[in-house]
């Protein structure tokens, strides 16, 4: 396994240098957001009534443990894609990744298709499947459930403005039963576009990494600014750095974060209902998105040797 200390310096340096151009990209710009009563009374009523995501959660049929086979059955049966892209192997695949995110996650699987299913297509993703243990269920759920609602996030997840983050919400629960009998969730993510920051990164020290980086520091300041507040914060008109406070991510990782050459893509976003009422450090994503790295390299999971 590897440890922290065989890591070269050199792998290192070239990530430092790539946090730094993602801190130099947040230079932000004063922004106001706005709400309609309407809005704000929804939000206010999916504050207490946060099981409905889970409750409401059609079942998919599916008896027995997760797998590609049986998604791929139940995406058939549920009409999620077009039934011809279920007409060939080749046309569309299922696969799980080895690769979590954060620690609500159990498994991941990701659902990729060939529009034309010609053989010598590239594999766009469709879907990302993520599979939730049964004691955190609910808990993602009620941030879903709350996040979705929110006055503040949902005019802002309809701006096709690459200077602002692309959110990628999860549309529903669906519920199903394992091996053992035991009800579980799953929750399907539209897919982001191009590619995840944990390829930017296998890329190495290059020119495509650091301009994915810079652009991630771009439109993270430019999302955390339009939230800004705290008391005394200097990038507000006061004078303390440390008590600007702002709605974060929660949960900033590269697995999370996409980016297609032009727009970043937010996925997986349930934790920044956590910070909706009770806003948090505006570094408490950038910190997070170099430790959990450098925690994966420890794990020999993330990056190759």
Known sequence: MTTLSQIST???AWFQKSLRSLLVGMVCFNASATSSLSQQQDYQEALKNPQTAVLNAPDTGIRGDLTPSNLKAWLKRARLLNVKLFSHPSCLTVTQTDTKGGSSTAHLFFVRY???????????????????????AMREAVNLNVLQRSPYLRELGKVRN????????????????????????????HSAKGHSLVEYLRLGNNPQTIQAFKK??????????????GQNCLLTGGTDLGQCTTIVHGDFHP???FYDGKFIY???TETMAQSLENRKSFMDDAVRFYALP???????RLLPH
Request: net charge positive.
């Open 294 to 300: 450098m925690y994966a390299w420890r794990k020999n």
């Open 114 to 136: 060939r529009p034309d299913c010609a053989r010598d297509q590239p594999f766009k993703m469709a879907f990302i499947i993520k599979e939730l243990p049964s004691k955190k």
């Open 162 to 189: 690459p200077s602002l983050p692309q959110m990628t919400f999860a549309e529903d629960f669906y519920r199903y039963y394992d091996a053992r009998g035991q009800e579980k969730f799953i929750v399907l993510l």
């Open 216 to 229: 991630l520091g771009e439109v993270l300041g430019h999302f955390q600014k339009r939230f800004m507040g």
């Open 266 to 268: 937010f996925i997986d």
């Open 255 to 257: 697995n999370n974060i």
């Open 10 to 12: 050199t792998k290192v």
